[in-house]
């Protein structure tokens, strides 16, 4: 054990000295604070070879100092050497080297060493991102569970009553017809425009092949919508961020539908934001005015998670505002844990520990989110949360974006060609139940109109014809 503690000193020595030994280019680099989009101006069109060889420095240097996954890079084989050196011999016949042209080896090059859906690059109008995503393909085949293998119930392509044989990991529970079945399917990734998959299925020991088709589109709205019937409430929130107005409308909610029977919430279109907006409305939610201790399990939950941060003088002067902010207005937990990042240089670790609920909830009722590929980050954060620390709590739509992994993400802007990066600077691990890419994976899958769905498991038939008119 001795051994151990002096190996990973020398180790976090190591990495400070790293960090020291850098060339200092912060001066190339402006960082934006999180309530701030940089302009679509790029400052430059056509570089000479020397300015992209600049360029890709000053991205080396961000990345090294500032980006938490760095090292993770380096062990799938980055070589930021040959990043730079690479692009001198692409290049070299060049009088001028286009904007998109080095935007496109920036991309190829770093691509294969990063799976972050955080992790986005913006050049001009052009829009980058680095994370290989995996949707649900859905065919229209339904079954049901049988003594010997499972029965086709329902499907354009397989007879009814036909008895097949597959693999668990292509069974998606659903409502078909008002009833708790299975839809048969395949998680896989996608292109742009890749949205079929052949499923290899079983049939009387002959193979066939099935149709299956990924639906993108999401019928949900941005404007932030609270629909309420006498046992259920559907609250409808496009970004949990607290400098919007519905913030202040939404914590309050917790307090007044605490006895409902169903809470439904909708993240379809919720890209994330900040875990503060949902604290005060989980604590009316699930304790009421009572009972001050469950105020503080949301917080420990995400506060016990294991994590990995780097500090960097690029990070320090985004950071301090966040510090200020969280000061201003009382949340002392926040504030603490970024004044650790202030106070610290290079790498830091905390380990986790468990919390649990050791008593009874007020809200008893079921707690339902509607996910789609683009629920993530903090949308994520709060659905594993709630999962975890509640009963009854279930998702309903598609598996969600898979940007969990890395996070508290900060925008970068390269001065010397007006290229945006942004760039996680904390890591997190959840035990391997969570893949970068893949999401959360449904308890009901539903691909287009899902108010079956909310009928059987709320019973709510006035909500179901209010929703169907909504959407």
Known sequence: MKYKKIELILILGLLGLNLFAMEDRSDHIVGYQWYEEPERVDLKKDFTLNECVENLKDIVYLLESSYIGFDEMEKRGFDKEAFIKNSESLFSNAKTIKLEKLSEYIFNSLKPYIND??????????????CVKKVIYLSDTYVIKTKTGYKVVDSTQIPKETEISISDENLFKTIHNGKEVFRLGVLASNGERDYTRLLPVSVNDENIRLRCIYFPKTLSSNEF?????????????PIFDTHEEHFEVFKKLGKKYWNKKNLIIDLRQNPGGENLYFYDFLYDLYSGEDDESIRTIYNDYLGNIKTKNISSPLIKQL??????????????????????????????????????????????????????????????????ASKDLFNKVYTVGTNTSGSLLFGNVFTYGLKNSGIILKVC?????????????????????????????????TNDKEMVKKLAILN
């Open 117 to 130: 859906g955080h992790f986005y690059m913006r050049s001009g109008e052009n829009n980058y991102e680095f």
């Open 225 to 237: 919508t609270v629909i309420e019937t006498k046992n259920s409430v559907y609250i409808n929130i």
């Open 319 to 384: 950071i301090k505002p966040y510090y200020d902010y969280y000061m201003s207005i009382g949340e002392k937990l926040f504030a603490d844990e970024l004044l650790k990042v202030l106070n610290s240089s290079g790498i830091t670790y905390k380990g986790n520990s468990t919390v649990k609920i050791e008593k009874k909830t007020k809200f008893k009722g079921n707690l339902i989110f509607l996910t789609s590929k683009k629920s993530a980050s903090c949308s994520e954060d709060i659905i594993m």
């Open 425 to 457: 600077q904390t890591q997190y691990f959840y035990n391997d139940v969570f893949e970068e890419g893949r999401g959360i994976m449904p308890d009901y899958v539903v691909s287009g109109s899902f108010e079956d769905t909310i009928k059987f498991l």
